[in-house]
């Protein structure tokens, strides 16, 4: 009885501690105010922050949620997002970190209009890039909100051949079904 | 007593078996002292030549021909021919903000857009390729690598050696550890004034004016203080920079008087494009400051260009201070005036007339603007704007 015990405890440890988890289907996150519905059999990553799932590893293709402060410092540039700003300034601000980020080489923005998510007007920005170690080029959809006093992103990159065209259109079922659990 | 004195025997002489020397003989160039490249010092430059390849593959490296080669020549003026010979340099320009500029073993030396842009003559750029090929001549990565290398096999040592001294050869461990850790950050003291002191030498003997040496290093201070920068950076570092000026204070002492070359009009005329290129990065970063000084030193040489009067128009639309509105369209205005086709002021000047309400010059503007760039990456906003301006 005792053994069986220690053998479910390990399994429970090894499983909670486990650095990535299957999912699939509707996705709730409380604390960040959202909730999404996940593609089958994607990974989720449990070491790091926000919303992180891939399904055949994190340098070919990722669907990222994240929330921040609209206050927050940002990493790249001094520019800030402010309250009421226009959909089309939030995303030039977004546009502006990604390319202030010494990181990327090979920037090119492919494209940036206005979008809706969760029923919010909002902004796309579609841009290609390259890593400053590797030569893979990357692709990335990004969907940006502006919702009380947060921003709320959902971003998919993946390797620009052959990957980005394969799951982009899990990636816009996945930014469709994007709900702020209290708006 | 006698176990202490064995002790110490065994680490002195497991230092000195673990240690490769860390003094090389400099490139002096001339076939008396040829320079024999070393089996350490042919994988460094192997690995230098591997990195290099990725950055010549980016889009980071400044493509004008001109520009590039008149630093080359600028390089070529500071060390005699036979030095040339042995070591093939180059100059390279990265078009990145950051106040930085770094040297690999084989003579490749990068120096970033920014760097270039705080400079107001030749002769400050002189300083700064001075300063880093001696890094090169003098092998300082060599001697930094087998530098680290023996405080590695040094920490090896020290750690199987001390661990019979109980607690306090396990305190002295751990403090070696983070000593470390903090002497890899950039060459040592020692090093850095000897690339100044030999720079200052190559500069002088190039007939530059010693006056001009340290001035670059006291701007660049200025700037760090000023901004608030942040940079991981040699050169972006406050007190590395407080070093740099006190040895060129020193060693303008040597000098006094002298004068010599600035080349303040050829130097401006031959960068005049970098300034476009940082100003770009600079209104990315938010450091309008920099981008402002950058455009209107352009603007000095060339008054009519149109892009340049919309850079302007976007640091004073996105800094957004008092009275920065008005400056702001006049320089869209400013830039139309130079050019009727420079589509992105007609853009600007829309959205500034929406935001002011003056719908029927916003759509005037902005439609305009999807005339002259109908490909518009932002199509789509400006089609929204021009649905609010009916």
């Not at chain 2, 201070?221 to 608030?228: L, P, S």
């Not at chain 2, 007339?353 to 305009?368: D, F, I, M, S, V």
Request: proline share 4%; with cysteine; aromatic share 10%.
């Amino acid at each position: 009885m005792t053994k069986k015990y220690w053998l479910v405890l390990i399994l429970f440890f090894i499983t909670a501690c486990a650095p990535w988890a299957k999912v699939g289907g509707d996705y709730r996150e409380e604390s960040q105010n959202y909730s999404v519905t996940l593609p089958e059999g994607w990974m989720k990553s449990n070491t790091v922050d926000g919303l992180l799932v891939t399904r055949d590893g994190v340098l070919l293709q990722t669907i990222r949620v994240e929330r921040f402060k609209i206050d927050q410092d940002l990493k790249h540039t001094r520019k800030k997002y402010s309250q009421n700003m226009p959909p089309q300034e939030m995303a030039d601000v977004t546009i502006d970190n990604i390319k202030s980020d010494p990181l990327i080489t090979n920037f090119k923005l492919l494209e940036s209009s206005p979008a809706t998510l969760s029923g919010i007007p909002g902004s796309k920005i579609v841009y290609e890039f390259k890593t400053k170690e590797g030569q893979l080029r990357f692709k990335c959809i990004h969907y940006g909100i502006m919702s009380g006093e947060w921003i709320y992103g959902i971003r998919y990159v993946a390797a620009a051949r052959h990957y980005f065209d394969k799951d982009v259109q899990t990636f816009e079922t996945v930014s469709q079904s994007f709900r702020l659990l209290k708006p | 007593m006698k176990k202490a004195l064995y002790l110490f025997i065994l680490i002195a002489l497991s230092l000195l078996a673990g240690c490769e020397t860390t003094s090389v003989l400099p490139i002096r160039g001339g076939s008396s002292s040829s320079f024999q490249m070393e089996s350490d010092e042919r994988r460094l430059w192997n690995r230098s030549e591997e990195e290099e390849k990725k950055l010549e593959r980016s889009d980071l490296l400044c493509r004008d021909e001109e520009l590039v080669s008149y630093v080359n020549e600028v390089a070529k003026k500071l060390y005699p021919a036979e030095v040339h010979q042995q070591v093939s340099f180059r100059i390279a320009i990265i078009k990145n903000p950051l106040l930085n500029a770094f040297a690999y073993p084989n003579g490749t030396i990068y120096v970033h857009s920014g760097m270039i842009t705080r400079m107001e003559n030749e002769a400050e750029l002189a300083t700064l390729l001075a300063h880093e090929m001696t890094h090169v001549t003098h092998r300082h990565a060599l001697q930094q690598m087998r530098d680290l290398k023996n405080k590695a096999a040094f920490m090896a040592t020290f750690n199987v050696l001390t661990l019979p001294a109980g607690v306090w050869g396990s305190i002295a461990s751990l403090l070696g550890q983070v000593g470390t850790l903090a002497a890899v950050q950039g060459y040592s003291r020692e090093l850095e004034t000897e690339a100044d002191t030999e720079g200052f030498g190559l500069v002088v003997a190039a007939q530059y004016d010693p006056a001009e040496t340290g001035k670059l290093f006291l701007r660049l201070k200025e700037d760090v203080e000023e901004q608030k920068i942040e940079e991981p950076f040699f050169f972006g570092s406050h007190p590395r920079l407080q070093e740099r000026i006190e040895n060129y204070e020193k060693l303008q002492t040597l000098h006094p008087g002298k004068g010599g070359m600035k080349k303040e009009e050829v130097f401006s005329q031959k960068i005049c494009a970098l300034f476009l290129i940082d100003a770009d990065q600079n209104i990315s970063a938010g450091n309008y400051k920099i981008a402002q000084r950058e455009v209107e030193r352009f603007l000095s040489q060339k008054p009519d260009d149109a892009h340049a009067h919309f850079l302007l128009g976007e640091v004073y639309r996105q800094r957004n201070e008092q009275g920065d509105q008005d400056r702001a369209m006049a320089s869209y205005q400013e830039s139309i005036g130079k050019n009727p086709s420079y589509a992105n002021s007609y853009k600007a000047l829309g959205l500034l007339h929406l935001k002011k309400g003056e719908k029927p010059q916003a759509k005037e503007h902005l439609q305009r603007y999807l005339i002259l760039s109908p490909q518009a990456q932002d199509r789509a906003y400006i089609l929204e704007y021009l649905k609010q301006c009916e």
